[in-house]
Nanobody, 125 residues
Framework: QVTLVESGGGSVQPGGSLTLSCAAS????????MAWFRRTPGKERAFVAI????????SYAESVKGRFTISRDNAKNTLYLQMNSMRSEDTAVYYC??????????????????WGQGTQVTVFS
């Protein structure tokens, strides 16, 4: 069974930092794009960041560019999201996702077919 499990969520003050991890099991995703999405109450999941299978290509939503960094360790089958200079509007449930049905990058929810259960991130003063 293919699973993704996020960890590292929690509460942080504005300006603080958190690092999310996403551990994959059941298969390797070394050749697959992986991404982070987030959802706030009453809204659909929104794209945050994406990374290619090799890790050589990344892309970010404008709202997090320069503050968040996506990375992966294929030897550990783990995806990361380093979040710095956090703001209240970063409060959301964060999901990691893997794109196994096609090669290449994807920025839409429907581009991904394997999802984690989500981890809550709260930024408060």
């Amino acid at each position: 069974q293919v699973t993704l499990v996020e960890s590292g969520g929690g509460s942080v003050q504005p300006g603080g930092s958190l690092t999310l991890s996403c551990a994959a099991s059941g298969r390797t995703f070394n050749f697959n794009a992986m991404a982070w999405f987030r959802r706030t109450p009453g809204k659909e999941r929104a794209f945050v960041a994406i990374i290619s299978g090799s890790g050589s290509t990344t892309s970010y939503a404008e709202s997090v560019k320069g503050r968040f960094t996506i990375s992966r360790d294929n030897a550990k089958n783990t995806l990361y999201l380093q979040m710095n200079s956090m703001r209240s509007e970063d409060t959301a449930v964060y999901y990691c996702a893997a794109r196994t049905s096609a090669y290449g990058l994807g920025w839409m929810v429907n581009d991904y077919d394997v999802w984690g259960q989500g981890t809550q991130v709260t930024v408060f003063s």
